[in-house]
C-alpha cells in the first residue's frame, strides 16, 4: 500500500518562508510526476507545483518566482521551498503522486498540511 506524508505546514507572517516535505513509501516499480496542490476555503483545488521523473517543472503563475519544487528519487521525496509568502497562499496543501506499476499507474494523494499566512 502506498502512502504519502506531508510536513512542514504551520503559520508564518507574509514575506516569509516556509518547506514542505512529501516522502513516499510502499510497494512499486517506480515514480512518474509528484506536484503539490493547494485547496482554500470554498474554492476548488488547484495545482502549485508538478515535477516528472525527469526534473522537468511546471508552477502555477501565482508561485512563480517565490515557490521552488524540488524531488529527491533516492529518498522517494518532493519539496516545496515557498518564499514570500502572501495571505492568498492560506491553504490545506496536497501532495500528489502517479505512481508506477507493472501493470499500470495511479494517483495519491497525502492527507494534507495547512499553511497560514498571517498580513
Known amino acids: 500500500q502506498v502512502q504519502l506524508v506531508e510536513s512542514g505546514g504551520g503559520l508564518v507572517q507574509a514575506g516569509g518562508s516556509l518547506r514542505l516535505s512529501c516522502v513516499v513509501s510502499?510497494?512499486?516499480?517506480?515514480?512518474?510526476?509528484m506536484g503539490w496542490y493547494r485547496q482554500a476555503p470554498g474554492k476548488q483545488r488547484e495545482l502549485v507545483a508538478r515535477?516528472?521523473?525527469?526534473?522537468?517543472?511546471t508552477y502555477a503563475d501565482s508561485v512563480k518566482g517565490r515557490f521552488t519544487i524540488a524531488r529527491d528519487n533516492a529518498r522517494n521525496t518532493v519539496h516545496l521551498q515557498m518564499n514570500s509568502l502572501k495571505p492568498e497562499d492560506t491553504a490545506a496543501y496536497y501532495c500528489n503522486a502517479n505512481i508506477r506499476y507493472t501493470t499500470g499507474s495511479n494517483d495519491y494523494w497525502g492527507q494534507g498540511t495547512q499553511v497560514t499566512v498571517s498580513s
Open positions: 515535477i516528472t521523473s525527469s526534473l522537468r517543472t
Open positions: 510502499g510497494t512499486f516499480f517506480s515514480i512518474n510526476g
